[in-house]
């Protein structure tokens, strides 16, 4: 709402700006509460809003001009496959506030972008099956439930041990797909129907343009003369 109501000169420095304050506020966080979840508050979240926001600026200013498609998905996968390994330590520190996250996000802009403009093909094939179209539907709640779902694996196979020998990463996935799915059909999907109750109206175009007057002054007022 911040970013529609500011005038469009203005945006790419309020964009900035925000990018910079999510970064300020995780690193301020990650100084004082080093061992909480401070990465799930929202100062700190809104840097992978920002940097969907840069895609999005980008793919308006060029609209009209191919981009190098196949060179940003691939820079997207492995900047997050990059933040991925550095999170977990298998390179550096783990769990750091370094460019962990803005290495996500910059990753993620780039596939979202690079699958917004993706050309027919095999790959557009691909993820337009049913089942990959129903995860973008409820993407929304996996992207919410995720964050609360670490550890699940863990109390859920002390509660009930025959999950046991299910892998943890496949558990939790399973766990996150089911409450997107239960907010989609009992929350989100009835929100998102109340539209069609206001329903969306363009506004009306004349059949034909308006008549200039000048011509018509100037016929009038010549008459018949020569």
């Given at each position: 709402?911040l970013?529609?109501?500011?005038?469009?000169?203005f945006?790419?420095?309020?964009?900035?700006?925000?990018?910079?304050?999510?970064?300020?506020?995780?690193?301020?966080?990650?100084?004082?509460?080093?061992?909480?979840?401070?990465?799930?508050?929202?100062?700190?979240q809104?840097?992978?809003?920002?940097?969907?926001?840069f895609a999005?600026?980008?793919?308006?200013?060029?609209?009209?001009?191919?981009?190098?498609?196949?060179?940003?998905?691939?820079?997207?996968?492995?900047?997050?496959?990059?933040?991925?390994?550095?999170?977990?330590?298998?390179?550096?520190?783990?769990?750091?506030?370094?460019?962990?996250?803005?290495?996500?996000?910059?990753?993620?802009?780039?596939?979202?972008?690079s699958?917004?403009?993706l050309?027919?093909?095999?790959?557009?094939?691909?993820?337009?099956?049913a089942?990959?179209?129903?995860l973008?539907?409820?993407?929304?709640?996996?992207?919410?439930?995720?964050?609360f779902?670490?550890?699940?694996?863990?109390?859920?196979?002390?509660?009930?041990p025959w999950?046991?020998?299910?892998?943890?990463?496949?558990?939790?996935?399973?766990?996150v797909?089911?409450?997107?799915?239960?907010?989609?059909?009992?929350?989100?999907?009835?929100?998102?129907?109340?539209?069609?109750?206001?329903?969306?109206?363009?506004?009306?175009?004349?059949?034909?343009?308006p008549?200039?007057?000048?011509?018509?002054?100037?016929?009038?007022?010549?008459g018949?003369?020569a």
């Amino acid at each position: 709402l911040l970013l529609l109501l500011t005038p469009a000169r203005f945006r790419l420095l309020l964009l900035l700006a925000l990018l910079v304050g999510s970064s300020a506020s995780r690193l301020i966080l990650h100084q004082l509460y080093p061992e909480t979840r401070y990465w799930a508050l929202l100062p700190v979240q809104g840097e992978y809003l920002v940097w969907g926001c840069f895609a999005g600026f980008f793919d308006i200013t060029q609209k009209t001009k191919p981009i190098p498609v196949g060179k940003c998905l691939i820079a997207g996968l492995l900047l997050n496959t990059l933040a991925t390994v550095d999170q977990f330590g298998l390179i550096g520190r783990p769990n750091t506030s370094g460019l962990c996250q803005t290495m996500h996000g910059i990753g993620f802009a780039l596939i979202v972008l690079s699958l917004w403009r993706l050309p027919e093909g095999w790959l557009m094939r691909l993820l337009t099956l049913a089942p990959l179209v129903y995860l973008g539907k409820i993407s929304y709640g996996l992207y919410i439930f995720h964050n609360f779902c670490y550890g699940a694996d863990v109390w859920l196979g002390e509660a009930l041990p025959w999950l046991r020998v299910v892998p943890g990463p496949v558990l939790v996935f399973a766990i996150v797909v089911s409450m997107a799915i239960l907010s989609w059909h009992l929350f989100e999907g009835p929100i998102n129907r109340l539209k069609d109750y206001v329903p969306y109206r363009r506004a009306s175009r004349s059949a034909s343009p308006p008549l200039d007057p000048v011509p018509a002054v100037v016929a009038s007022s010549s008459g018949g003369h020569a």
